[in-house]
Structure formats: C-alpha cells, structure tokens
C-alpha cells in the first residue's frame, strides 16, 4: 500500500477499496443498467464470483484478518448487547 492509500485509509478509517474498472456508466433506465450489470456478470468467472462472494460475508459478519488459504472450518455468529 502506497503512503497516499495508507493516508486516504487513516483518514476514512475504514478498509481500504480497490476498484478494478476505472469507468464510470450513466444508464438511461433501470432496464439498460441491468443488462449492463448482467453482461458483467457473464463475463466473470466461477472462481471471481466466488471471491466476490466471500468478500461479502467476511464484511458481512466481521471477519477481519480472514486469511483465503486457512479458512475455518466451523463459523460462529455472536450477538453483542450494548
């Protein structure tokens, strides 16, 4: 991570977001937008959606430092009153 990310991290204090597409898309309906998002979809592999996947539940449930190559093997959820 490049001393510019660390400083744009510290100062969101959250986890840093990698974008790969650097393009931005104006859709002129819903329709046209989902079409676009289904195209996109397609053109991912199994092993990407995936991934992407495992990024969602790991943000999801709060598994900081989750490591892909040991992954646990039993999942517990707690549910913390304050």
């Not at 790991?58 to 490591?67: E, F, V």
Request: charged share 30%; with cysteine; proline share 5%.
């Amino acid at each position: 991570m490049s001393e510019k990310e660390k400083k744009l991290t510290d100062e969101a204090k959250g986890q840093p977001v990698i974008y790969t597409h650097r393009e931005m898309h104006f859709f002129n309906s819903f329709e046209e937008q989902a079409a676009y998002e289904l195209k996109e979809m397609a053109a991912l592999t199994p092993h990407e959606i995936l991934q992407q996947l495992r990024h969602c539940i790991t943000i999801a449930y709060g598994m900081h430092g989750y490591d892909p190559d040991k992954v646990p093997t039993k999942h517990s959820v707690r549910i913390i009153e304050k």
